[in-house]
């Protein structure tokens, strides 16, 4: 665990390390947790993080009703599987695409991470935006700041205590079982969420059940769980210890300037007395949402959340200090000055991040707006028609484009290939839409020179132009083979 306590050095210019934890800031040497009462942030990076806040909230609230082309804009319906990204559909066929996408998403955090560490912790992520921009401020508003709040809960149950934790628990349950709602529009649309709410739970049983169970599990992660979601259950925290480096940008505590620490003493002259400005004031200690001090080093539990910045800038005001006494910084320009440079193991990165995107955007312009496939039943075999050869094929069309189509089939494959349709010799496909059905094709008796052939099938729209194509086989007579 990369935590350190340092020890005053008479010269004060040697910081020596005693001690080193290892287990997490939130639990003591039994194994009890330590419950975080973090002190209400304020500050200009307070500031920013909630204009962040708000914004990302409000995505997530208007993103389900958002259609293009009559299309959600996403869906990710895996029961179904329906998959809508930026209003385009996907299918299981595409599966090599998302997988594509989600790979250069890694890429792109791990790119991110070795640059500017856990920054994406403590400014974009789902578990930080609803418990810092949502469940903490409804818990200041109710409960007050960290002091009443360590005193509300040492005191006894009476009315006072009573009332204020009925409400923030009714209210901590109003807004998950919201969420909860906003989640299942992600999975099966408004349309389908309205109906089952309107329907009640007598009809759909099963649905209530699961939203009741994900409930209860939003209600535990930000009114129990917290902070231990990132320190115990998210890997991410684990990542970045393999990622960052004395280049990677993270918020840390400018240790050369601050120590030693001592008190506060109006008009001494602190750097005669060997004094850094570090005045050991625990500002950034109690305002921390897990529990740590950022003096002692990079630590596991640092989501990056600049609630430290904030509260020693504040400090340093007041006493007239220089601020940036905890900043955005790399080790190196903590430890020698060295400004930030991007180095050669963040360019290998990018690069790989920029062949990812390049080929996913190859793979997607080139994904076709139609999808076909022509299989023979099974255990079929051919028959004869007169002096033809016919053969019943099983077709599935998948219509990728956003708008409705008349599609035809054509034999490319060999000549000479009649296709009579199961019902009418047109096909209309909606958009979006898997349409089945099946075609005979048939080819004279002397042509039919093999047992089994190859046969290519095209389809085409109305205007003429080709869609796709696809190849399979056609199967004649035994006694036909050369």
Not at 97 to 115: C, D, K, R, Y
Not at 423 to 452: A, D, M
Request: hydrophobic fraction near 40%.
């Amino acid at each position: 665990m990369a935590d350190t306590n340092y020890r005053n050095n008479p010269t004060g210019s040697v910081i020596e390390a005693t001690t080193f934890r290892d287990s997490v800031g939130t639990m003591d040497n039994t194994g009890k947790r330590k419950w975080v009462y973090p002190k209400k942030p304020s500050g200009k990076y307070t500031d920013y993080r909630s204009y962040v806040s708000v914004f990302l909230l409000a995505i997530f609230f208007i993103t389900p009703f958002i259609k293009i082309n009559g299309n959600p804009f996403l869906l990710i319906n895996i029961i179904d599987r329906r998959f809508y990204i930026a209003g385009q559909p996907f299918y299981p066929q595409d599966f090599f695409i998302l997988t594509m996408g989600a790979i250069a998403s890694i890429v792109f955090i791990i790119v991110f991470t070795v640059a500017f560490g856990r920054i994406f912790c403590g400014w974009i992520c789902p578990q930080t935006i609803f418990l810092e921009g949502v469940f903490r401020k409804i818990e200041y508003w109710i409960e007050g700041d960290r002091n009443k709040q360590i005193k509300l809960d040492k005191q006894e149950w009476d009315a006072e205590k009573i009332r204020k934790r009925l409400l923030k628990w009714s209210i901590y349950i109003a807004i998950s079982l919201l969420v909860t709602h906003f989640m299942f529009m992600y999975v099966v649309g408004y349309q389908e969420v309205f109906k089952i709410m309107k329907a009640g739970p007598i009809t759909y049983p099963t649905n209530f059940i699961v939203m009741i169970l994900f409930t209860a599990t939003f209600y535990l992660v930000f009114a129990w769980f917290r902070e231990q979601a990132c320190t115990l259950v998210c890997p991410y925290g684990r990542l970045q210890g393999v990622l960052i480096d004395k280049q990677t940008i993270n918020v840390y505590y400018d240790f050369k300037r601050g120590e030693n620490r001592s008190k506060w003493r109006k008009n001494e002259d602190r750097k005669a007395l060997g004094k850094g400005d570090c005045i050991d004031c625990q500002q950034c200690v109690v305002v921390c949402p897990t529990g740590i001090d950022i003096r002692n080093g990079q630590q596991l539990e640092c989501v990056n959340c600049t609630a430290c910045i904030d509260a020693c800038n504040e400090v340093m005001e007041k006493v007239g200090l220089p601020k940036g006494l905890i900043r955005y910084a790399t080790e190196a320009e903590i430890e020698k000055g060295e400004k930030f440079k991007f180095t050669v193991r963040m360019k290998a990165y990018a690069a790989v991040l920029i062949a990812l995107q390049v080929f996913l955007g190859f793979l997607l312009y080139n994904r076709g707006s139609m999808e076909a496939k022509f299989i023979k039943p099974e255990g079929s075999t051919f028959f004869y028609t007169g002096n033809r050869i016919s053969n019943i094929y099983n077709y599935t069309l998948i219509n990728k484009s956003n708008e409705s189509m008349e599609v035809t089939f054509k034999i490319e494959e060999p000549n000479n290939g009649n296709i009579t349709y199961s019902s009418g010799s047109k096909i209309v496909l909606e958009k979006n839409k898997i349409s089945k059905g099946s075609v005979n094709i048939s080819f004279p008796k002397s042509q039919v020179k093999l047992q089994k052939q190859n046969l290519i099938i095209g389809v085409y729209n109305k205007k003429g132009e080709k869609l796709t194509t696809f190849k399979t086989y056609f199967e004649g007579p035994f006694s036909m083979q050369f």
